[in-house]
Each structure stands twice: as C-alpha cells, then as structure tokens.
C-alpha cells in the first residue's frame, strides 16, 4: 500500500461567521506535478495556506509524510517549500547570501547548509549568479532564486503559486522545465490562473469551488470531462450543407474550406459511425473525420459554476 505523501481530511476554515472551505479531503501519493485550480474566493489560497503551516485551519487535520500539523508543526513544515505568488526575494542581498539566510531559517547550518546551497543552487541553474545582487537578476532568474529558496532544505512537498506569472515566453519555458525536473523526486503543487500552462505541466487536477471539491481527476480526465460536441469533417466530394444538416443528429453544419466542414451535433457518440455510413453510401469520399475537444477555459468555466 502506497505512503501518502499529503493527507488532508475534512479540512474547513471560517472566516468571521462564512466559512471558505468546507470539508476538503485529498490524497497524493505519487511524485508528480498536482494542479490546484479554483476561480478567486474558491477556497484555493486558503487551502494552500493552510497546507504551508501559514494558516491554522477551524477544523479537520493535514498530514505531511504522516506528520500532523497539529501534533507537530515545525517537522510538518521541514517537509513542505513554498513559493508564493509574490516570492520574499531580498534585492539587496546575493544570491548567495539569500539562500544561506533561507537556509538558516530552516535550522541548517555548518557544512550541510554549504551543501544545501550549492545543491539548491545547481539545481536551478543559478550557480553561475552567486555573488550577484537579486536586484540585478532579469525576472526569469528572480524566480529560480525563489524556487531554489523553496527547496533548498530538500522538502518533499513544493507549492508553487503562479511561478510563471510575469515571465516572458521564454523565461516561462525555463521555469516550466525547471519545475518539471523538481517534480521528479517530490510533490509539486502546482497553482496557476494560466490554464495552459497546467495542461502542460499537471498529471493530476484539484479544483476547488465554493470552498468544495469539484473534480479531482487526471489531467486527461480533466481535457475529457465534457463531451465534445463539434467534429471537423473531410469529404472529396462534399455535399451540400443543407443536406449535411438533414442528418440525424446534426444540429448545425458550415463549410470552411471546398472539402472541409464543421459539424455540430447532439452528443450522441455514435454520430460519427452515422456518418461513415452515410458517406459510403452516397460517394462522398470520407477522408478523415476529427471530434474537436473542449478548451480548458470551457471545461473549467463549467466546473466553476458548480
């Protein structure tokens, strides 16, 4: 049986008299990248606050490698990085002087803090900027440094809040790739307005709304949820519009190019055989037909309205 590595149950907190959550329960075992999503006062920063030791919850327990945060909060919080929306960057420190700081903020010292640095440092390929102040850093670096702050006691659990936020394409890339190599031997919670970006890092989603959870899946479970209700249509010999329409099924069709058409349709799963069919009666050539997929902004525009 699989250790989970975060076990939240029945986790609430409240607000004066409103409560933003409300009995949260979550499990992950497995190294990897987890999205957190949810739409502004859903809950989702709360959550993580909670989850970073900065916020003592009204009720329910987290467990962090099976250390409670309320039995044992600094050991909990050895386990955890955390690296918020705005990093606590020092601008008028070196980069080498910020992470021992950090590093003697999680207790480190002597020649393990040494090594943590310069492992930290390595790993997020900063190495080279040790003795230059943060304030001299271009943005994508700012980062690095804040992720490296993050891990340099080497926690098992990392949370990311919008690291991309900012960046230039570029920059966004390296910090992608960077991310994507951290996860290898930890747990990244990964929290993002840019839903894109979640589709490429995420294996598996969290989203919360209302103070709930309302789907806690895969990533492609995510991409799936709702069904697809348009398919791309090729025929080498297309016929009319109106005759594509006439079909069981076809709400709506358009024609975008000579050969190529969109057709919307009911849901049913079986339209697309109905086509095949059709199509080899009447000599219309099927060349290739293509269900067209959801975006992310649809799927969770219909989950935040649960």
């Given at each position: 049986?699989?250790?989970n ?15 933003a959550?409300?009995?949260i ?26 989850l ?9 327990n ?11 909060p ?10 918020p ?18 590093a ?65 394409p ?83 069709a358009?024609?975008?190019?000579e050969?190529?058409?969109r ?44």
């Amino acid at each position: 049986m699989e250790k989970n590595i975060i076990k939240i149950e029945n986790l609430s907190h409240r607000y004066s008299t409103s409560w933003a959550i409300r009995d949260i329960n979550m499990e992950i075992s497995q190294f990897g990248i987890v999205g957190l999503l949810g739409s502004n006062g859903a809950g989702k920063s709360t959550t993580m606050n909670i989850l970073c030791g900065s916020l003592n919850q009204t009720e329910g327990n987290v467990y962090i490698n099976g250390i409670n945060f309320k039995d044992d909060p600094m050991r909990a919080k050895m386990e955890i990085g955390f690296l918020p929306q705005n990093p606590p960057l020092y601008l008028d420190l070196t980069v080498d002087e910020y992470l021992n700081y950090c590093a003697g903020l999680r207790d480190m010292s002597g020649q393990v803090r040494k090594a943590a640095v310069k492992e930290a440092k390595e790993r997020c390929g900063i190495d080279h900027f040790s003795g230059r102040l943060i304030k001299n850093l271009s943005g994508g670096y700012r980062q690095r440094v804040g992720i490296a702050q993050a891990i340099v006691h080497r926690p098992n659990v990392l949370v990311l809040d919008e690291p991309t936020n900012g960046l230039d394409p570029n920059q966004i890339i390296e910090v992608r790739n960077l991310i994507k190599d951290i996860a290898k031997d930890r747990v990244v919670i990964f929290s993002s307005h840019i839903l894109s970006e979640v589709q490429l890092l995420c294996r598996d989603i969290k989203m919360i709304e209302n103070g709930r959870i309302v789907f806690e899946d895969t990533m492609d479970a995510f991409n799936n949820y709702i069904e697809p209700h348009s398919m791309l249509i090729h025929f080498n010999n297309m016929p009319e519009i109106a005759v594509l329409e006439a079909i069981d099924g076809i709400i709506r069709a358009e024609l975008l190019t000579e050969r190529l058409a969109r057709l919307y349709f009911s849901g049913e799963a079986s339209i697309a055989e109905t086509i095949v069919k059709i199509s080899v009666q009447n000599g219309w050539r099927l060349q290739e037909i293509t269900l067209e997929k959801n975006s992310v902004e649809e799927i969770f525009k219909q989950l935040s309205q649960q």
